[in-house]
Each structure stands twice: as C-alpha cells, then as structure tokens.
C-alpha cells in the first residue's frame, strides 16, 4: 500500500471499536484514491487495456444473439435491429453489476493490512470497488453510444429517466457488495457462492429478452431488482418510452432499504473484522 493512501487513512489515529455514524464524509479522498488506485491495477499490466472493458458485454451481446436466433426460429419471428441493440443496451450495465459485485466481494479479504492496522470506515473498500467498476462502465458505455449515434438511434424526452436508473443500478450494486464483502469476511466460501450466483443470474434477468415476450412468465425476470432497471434502459432508450413506473418504485425500494440493511449490517459486524480476517 502506497504511502499516500496510508497518510489519507490518518494511521496517527487510534483504531477505534466503534467509529461514529456521521465520520464516513471525513474520508471522501480515501474513497478517490483507493477508487483511482483499484482502476490502475486493473490496468497497469493488462495487454488489452480498455477493451477488457468492453469485451465482456460483447461476449454477453455475443450470447444474447444466440439466444435471440434460437427464439427466433421457435416462434418464426424475423429479428430486427431493436431486438439486438436491446440485448447490447442491458448487456453493459449487466457487466457493470457482474463486476461490481465480484470485486466488492473481495475488497476486505485484499485489502487485510489497511483492515487490520489502521482506522477508516471499512465500507469504503467495497464502495471503491463499485466505482472503479463505473470506470470499466463508462468505457464501455461510451463505444455503445457510438454504435447508436451510427446507427442513427434519435433521442427522446425519456433519456431523462437515464440518471435515475443508473443510480439504481449503483445502489442495488453497491448494496450487494457490501453485504457479499462482510459475509466473504467470516465465511471465505462466500466469494465461490458469488461466482456460481453471477454465472447463472443472467438466466433470470432480462439481458437476453424482453419480459414482454415470454407472457405472463415475465414478470419473474422483474423480481429480480436489476431487471426493471435493465428494462428500463432499454424502454427508454430503444423503445423511447417511458420504463414501467411500479416497477421502476419496485427497484428503488430494494435499492435503498437494501443499502441501508446491508451498511448497519456492515456496521454491526465491523468491529469482529480484524479477528476473522
């Protein structure tokens, strides 16, 4: 851990069993740097450097047109433009949430020295994770609205739905991420369980279809709370309608009473970290 990092985190500061609730605003630059610093290691020594960013929502639009071609040939319904770039609008937030949560689920375990020796609300390591994640999405979701601008994809009022349904998305991420890092803390075959949940949730999330045509069966893919959220951006985007607001109120309810559980969570059993970790 470089110095800076460890000058930010104030190590003067005696560890503290039970840190006051209103303390985390005093560590924003903590949260910068250890944020800038997970972006770097992702990149530093990667051959690919930001393809990776974008790769994997191609392998996923990749799939999803295997899946759209098989759906197609079922029902002998032609494919369209709007059902491929539906898959590629909900691929790339699905590879945000996928690696959000894969890295804030690892954020304590690799980060046991500033866990161990020094103070700072540890919720920061998984927070940084979530947001060095934004980075990956950013890189990704920029080539994506170049294919739309060259695809001639026309705006609409409903765009402004955009930046609720992205602090959804980060929410509903972050939530997760904390709860996974502190469950991965005490039980270490946690991180196993996510990589099984991650590989296999794209089945029961609306990435590959739209809820609309597998019937009254659809609505199941919206009970997962990302899936209004993917829904939604694809509505708004592709469909250029306004997403369906109970369920949009549906992800926003487990966004924040989701963040919320798993920070007291979090809170609850953050002074047991220095002795399981």
């Not at 500033?114 to 700072?120: G, S």
């Not at 609409?156 to 930046?163: D, F, K, N």
């Amino acid at each position: 851990m470089s110095d800076s990092v460890l000058a930010a985190a104030d190590i003067q500061t005696p560890i503290q069993r039970h840190p006051p609730a209103d303390d985390f605003s005093q560590y924003k630059e903590l949260l910068f740097m250890l944020t800038w610093r997970d972006i770097k290691i992702r990149y530093k020594q990667s051959v690919m450097g930001f393809a990776w960013a974008v790769l994997m929502p191609i392998l996923i639009v990749g799939s999803g047109l295997i899946v759209t071609i098989a759906f197609s040939t079922i029902s002998r319904k032609p494919i369209n433009q709007a059902d491929i770039l539906s898959v590629a609008i909900k691929a790339v937030p699905w590879a945000f949430f996928v690696g959000a949560i894969r890295f804030a689920t690892n954020s304590l375990i690799m980060n046991r020295e500033l866990v161990t020796k020094i103070y700072f609300p540890r919720q920061i390591l998984p927070l940084a994770s979530v947001l060095a994640s934004l980075f990956d999405f950013a890189v990704a979701a920029t080539v994506l609205v170049l294919v739309c601008l060259g695809l001639r994809i026309g705006g609409s009022i409903y765009l402004l739905w955009l930046p609720v349904l992205l602090v959804l998305l980060i929410l509903i991420s972050a939530s997760i991420g904390i709860l996974f890092a502190c469950a991965n803390l005490f039980f270490r075959d946690v991180k196993y369980l996510v990589e099984v949940l991650l590989t296999y949730g794209i089945f029961f999330t609306p990435v590959f279809y739209s809820p609309h045509t597998l019937g009254k069966w659809g609505n199941l893919l919206l009970l997962n709370p990302v899936g209004p959220v993917l829904q939604g951006l694809s509505d708004v985007i592709v469909l250029r309608q306004s997403p369906s607001l109970p369920w949009v109120a549906y992800s926003a309810v487990w966004a924040i009473l989701g963040f919320i559980a798993s920070w007291k969570i979090f809170q609850a059993a953050e002074p047991l970290f220095a002795e399981s970790i």
